[in-house]
């Protein structure tokens, strides 16, 4: 039976390019996931978009001299572009600055604020001296008071992983220029998270065995001491407070965080307005039978396992105080946190004022895209922080998708092209035959299981080991031998193609475009799996911007399909270019010291 699947993806942030180790926690692997359960049936709906608001921005901007609008404006697209071409699937990737994000945001906050979720309060706010301006929390660090770990931020120490406020730092220091920050008495809206402390612990106990162990422990750990957390800032960048007396103060706004999580839901009403049907976006959101899953970096597992659940239960009238649901209606809370651990690079933490980086834009500019989600598949942080390197991308790329796939795709379509011109028909089959058959189709079951639970490294694992069984098979079977037997030839081609044919649909979700050539290649016609686009769209007339879209709904279907006999081939192409092993020189010395 089709089921409803919200994959909620991370925001990327505004306030530059970003580089393999973001996409690796949040981009590749949400299409993965979202791929495969297309091909299973099920109803996709992949959103996300860049998260434009906050003094990171106006920090980046006023280094380049422009406004925040036009830094936003600038990488909204260039994120985009790179996202696009990675084949990132999004139904719609849109952005935090949009007149409709700002609407479904002050709806969440006065839905929440009229059931007493949200109270104001006088805090002590960080201000910066140089430009008295608020300084976010996390540009703030220092050491923390509880486990003495010496690079906590000012919202939460990931070493220890409790919630902090920048006044609880000792030796605070701004991450932007250095300065000790000023703390100044200041009025701001806070989120009262203690509340949800009984239906957030019933919650995530609920999730045991579902969701992945490291994220589970890290969201229990935080459950003990639930603070509440500042939802406003002393800032001119951001969403307005949707209350009289706040809502006029140009210098107040909704934290960044805040409105970056409701950006799920307003990117999904946003998709269903475009879509011609306005309400469609609620059997995704209000939908007994739907499942959400959100993908991103365990740095964001706080926002995402605690304080946007605790949201969506507190608009929806649950916690300590009930309520009733806002005018949306009661939400769905996330089903599973899908967090994937930190990717470093040649043992050093991506530093982009260091050189120790590469962009996405630039791998894209000389390497394949399917390489690059390759790799974050089988060797990407998933369980555990992982190391990239340029040595092993290139062992990988040549030992793995040249030699292995892609020399098992180019001499099975090449012989039966030379030989026979279609596929071949299979005469009497040989136990070898018949048992690589069955191995083939019945890889479906357990890899398409671990991909439904987003355990990519072992899914990818089991579909490459048919096709190193395969290539056995044919370095066996020696069928370039049997010229005088061509009927035994035409059978061994035969397996070798339908082997093929199941391992390009297996490969489908991590290597898209590939799999569009290879089911090319074997006389396939029309769209196999779609791939994303960028379309430019406006609110209401109003000044054009891009957003990602695409449709999916080719061939692709999670099955083994029998090969039709006599369906013509093309001589093929190469699947994936072999590396020079300068490369790896070449890249490194691309790095900064």
Request: charged content about 25%; aromatic content about 10%.
């Amino acid at each position: 039976m089709s089921q409803h699947i919200l994959t909620a993806v991370a925001w990327p942030y505004a306030n530059g390019p970003r580089h393999i180790g973001h996409v690796s926690g949040f981009g590749v692997p949400s299409d993965v996931f979202s791929r495969y359960q297309r091909m299973a049936g099920n109803k996709v709906l992949m959103v996300s978009g860049t998260d434009e608001h906050g003094t990171p921005i106006q920090v980046q901007a006023d280094k380049e001299g422009v406004s925040a609008r036009e830094l936003a404006d600038r990488y909204n697209r260039v994120i985009a572009e790179d996202l696009t071409g990675l084949g990132l699937s999004y139904d719609l990737f849109t952005r935090t600055t949009t007149k409709n994000h700002y609407a479904v945001t002050q709806e969440i906050f006065k839905g929440l604020y009229n059931n007493g979720y949200i109270f104001p309060k006088t805090t002590m706010g960080a201000i910066s001296p140089s430009t008295g301006r608020t300084l976010p929390d996390r540009y703030i660090e220092g050491t923390c008071p509880i486990c003495g770990y010496d690079g906590a931020r000012g919202d939460q120490c990931d070493n220890c992983g409790n919630q902090l406020d920048p006044i609880q730092l000792i030796n605070p220091k701004s991450r932007i220029n250095g300065e000790t920050p000023v703390f100044a008495e200041t009025e701001h809206f806070m989120l009262d998270l203690p509340a949800f402390a009984e239906v957030l612990g019933s919650y995530l106990q609920s999730k045991q065995g579902e969701w992945r162990p490291n994220v589970l422990k890290f969201a229990l750990n935080l459950l003990g001491d639930l603070q509440p957390r500042a939802i406003s800032r002393d800032l001119d960048w951001g969403v307005p407070i949707p209350l009289d007396g706040w809502s006029e103060q140009p210098n107040k706004r909704l934290y960044v965080w805040f409105d970056a999580v409701i950006g799920y839901l307003s990117a999904s009403i946003e998709w269903a307005r475009r879509s011609g049907d306005p309400d469609a976006w609620r059997q995704w959101w209000q939908n007994p039978d739907a499942r959400g899953y959100y993908f991103m970096g365990k740095d964001n597992i706080v926002f995402h396992a605690e304080i946007w659940p605790a949201m969506l239960f507190g608009y929806s009238g649950i916690g300590a105080r009930d309520g009733s649901p806002g005018s949306l209606g009661a939400l769905d809370v996330p089903s599973e946190v899908v967090s994937s651990e930190f990717l470093t690079m040649e043992g050093r933490k991506f530093s982009s004022s260091r050189q120790v980086v590469i962009y996405v834009r630039d791998f894209l500019a000389r390497y394949d895209a399917d390489a690059l989600r390759y790799y974050i598949a089988v060797a990407g942080p998933e369980n555990q922080d992982t190391d990239f390197t340029w040595q092993e991308f290139v062992n990988r790329n040549n030992g793995e998708l040249v030699a292995a796939w892609g020399n098992l795709v180019n001499r099975s379509i090449s012989m039966a092209a030379k030989n026979f011109g279609a596929v071949p028909e299979a005469g009497d089959l040989t136990d070898a035959d018949r048992a690589l058959l069955r191995r083939s189709r019945d890889a479906f079951a357990p890899v398409g299981a671990e991909l439904g639970r987003s355990r990519f490294k072992n899914a990818i694992t089991e579909a490459f080991d048919v096709v190193r069984e395969a290539n056995k098979y044919l370095a066996e079977q020696e069928p370039w031998k049997l010229k005088d037997d061509p009927e035994r030839q035409k059978s061994i081609l035969h397996v070798a193609l339908q082997v093929v044919d199941d391992a390009k649909t297996m490969l489908t979700p991590f290597l898209p475009g590939s799999s569009n050539k290879v089911f090319a290649m074997l006389g396939g016609e029309g769209v196999w799996s779609g791939m994303p686009e960028i379309r430019e769209v406006d609110e209401d007339g109003g000044t054009p911007y891009p957003v990602i879209t695409g449709e999916y709904d080719g061939a692709a279907r999670w099955e083994h399909r029998p090969i039709k006999p006599g369906t013509p081939l093309a001589p093929p192409v190469p699947l994936f270019k072999k590396l020079d092993p300068k490369v790896v020189d070449e890249e490194l010395a691309r790095l900064g010291e």
